[in-house]
């Protein structure tokens, strides 16, 4: 089988994936936002997952030749027999699943389906989802039967977004599909372009679960640390001094407290519960895990403003600086970012909040948040009541935090960044 391959979303995912098929065979990428196609047409990638020579260097100008060829255009995807989706799954403001993106991706994709096409899924989702959900659309649009006239397979993606040691070559893929038959194809796709190698999971409801519960299994272990980080407070205790001295230990599993936002661990574990509650079973765990991690951005202000207190900080209309608004370190990606938590819970003091992250788009937290970052200009000479250092970005350390507070303010370290003498707090 001569493979052409559409890949459907070039977010984080989707776009370093298409790359490295796009060095071995023809791959058209189709994204809905036609912003972000004419940016990638250009050679850019403003997620920094690809850089500019490495995605110049695969752009095709057709849909024949090996290389990416990136369109906005649901017709451009006719002549190709494999199509990927990698569109986000995330949750509403009930934490229930939101299937949008994935139903929309899956209409487009059944609308130029052809007889012996296959469609993998890589987004994130609760077991029964693609076989459910997914294939009836792709049937229905198409006007195919499944597993007679198209294939379907599930490879859950393991992108990190700002890693760039664990890159999608080298991270083991798992791979499944709807027969014995198409697995292997399917598995020998991702063989060709993931040197870390793959493994073939039995069925795709085996591979959707296993995906669920990696993050899952994440969010309760910062869940677990989160809960002895308030415990350790209590006691005057510092917590990282005591991660350390317990990781000492061969069978010690390494976990830091923090806030857990982000595209996959502050979201997967829903999907999961809420499949667990359609089939009659409350996840008791798995919730209170959740339920621990999104407690912490308005733990961490509200500490603040205690520790403020103490100092005989008035706390109306004080100014505090909060460090960072992305999910994560040394990386661009603002999708559920839990530091907007500290921010709202400061406001609900009548605080002036000042938000800098020098990795951030301006525009983009404009949009999703309603914030105005500050440049590095405006730390000079503004005396904070508190600074809270959020995300551990590299380039934080080479801000003197002392000369950023008054001398009466107070220091919170989220990540533990700075030593221990430097901060008035830290989880």
Not at 66 to 90: A, C, E, F, M, R
Not at 224 to 250: C, H, M, P, Q, Y
């Amino acid at each position: 089988m001569e493979h052409h391959i559409t890949i459907v979303g070039l977010g984080y995912v989707g776009l370093p994936l298409a790359v490295e098929f796009a060095k071995h065979y023809p791959v058209v990428g189709f994204d809905i936002n036609t912003k972000r196609v004419v940016e990638l047409r250009s050679g850019t990638d403003r997620t920094l997952e690809v850089p500019s020579p490495e995605l110049q260097a695969v752009l095709a100008v057709d849909k024949q030749s090996k290389g990416l060829y990136i369109t906005d255009q649901v017709s451009d995807l006719s002549q190709s027999n494999v199509y990927i989706v990698t569109v986000p799954t995330p949750t509403d403001d009930l934490n229930k699943p939101i299937f949008t993106p994935l139903i929309k991706a899956s209409e487009s994709v059944g609308s130029v389906l052809k007889q012996g096409d296959i469609v993998i899924y890589e987004s994130t989702v609760y077991p029964g989802v693609t076989e459910d959900i997914c294939v009836p659309i792709l049937e229905r649009e198409s006007g195919l039967q499944f597993n007679m006239d198209f294939y379907a397979g599930y490879s859950p993606e393991r992108i990190n977004p700002g890693d760039k040691q664990h890159t999608v070559t080298k991270i083991l893929k798992v791979t499944s599909g709807s027969t014995p038959e198409i697995a292997k194809i399917i598995d020998d796709l991702y063989k060709s372009v993931i040197t870390a190698g793959t493994h073939m999971a039995p069925s795709i409801k085996v591979a959707e679960a296993a995906k669920v519960i990696e993050n899952s299994q994440r969010d309760i272990n910062i869940a677990f640390v989160n809960e002895l980080s308030k415990i350790f407070r209590l006691l005057d205790i510092d917590t990282k001094a005591v991660l350390e001295a317990a990781g000492t230990k061969w069978n010690f599993i390494k976990f830091t407290p923090g806030l857990v936002g982000g595209h996959c661990i502050g979201v997967d574990p829903y999907y999961l519960a809420q499949k667990a509650i359609e089939s009659g079973y409350n996840p008791e765990i798995i919730l209170a895990g959740r339920k621990m991690n999104d407690s912490m951005g308005s733990y961490v202000a509200t500490e603040t403003v205690k520790m403020m207190i103490k100092k005989g900080a008035t706390i109306k209309d004080s100014r505090v600086l909060v460090l960072g608004i992305t999910f994560k370190e040394n990386c661009p990606d603002i999708r559920n970012s839990r530091v907007i938590d500290i921010i709202r819970e400061f406001e609900t003091y009548d605080i002036q909040v000042d938000v800098y992250d020098p990795w951030a788009s301006a525009d983009e937290v404009q949009e999703e948040y309603g914030l105005d970052l500050i440049c590095s200009d405006t730390l000079l000479g503004t005396d904070y009541q508190a600074v809270v250092l959020a995300v551990s970005h590299d380039k934080f350390t080479d801000l003197n935090i002392q000369n950023l507070k008054a001398p009466s303010g107070v220091v919170f370290d989220v990540k533990a960044m700075l030593p221990a003498e430097q901060t008035d707090a830290r989880l």
